[in-house]
């Protein structure tokens, strides 16, 4: 019984360990008008002088927004 308890937690760790993992990102726009990617769009920065204005679910579409923010003039 030990046994099967063992090879099903092992088999739970490999498969919890294969699986994607999955990294968001988010425009943020500070008080003074500068914009960066914030690595998980879940957690937020300190303080509360900062608004989010994109959210992406890779560095690519963050970046996109990020320049397409910054040629509107929404960020410096």
Known sequence: MKRLAFAAGVLALG???SSPARADYAVVKFEN????IWWDSGATPWGNDWQK???SPDWAGAWVALAEAVRT???R
Do not use: E, Q, S
Request: hydrophobic share 55%; with cysteine; net charge positive.
């Open 15 to 17: 498969f919890a360990a």
């Open 73 to 75: 003039g929404w960020c």
């Open 33 to 36: 008008g500068y914009c960066r």
């Open 53 to 55: 204005i994109a959210a």
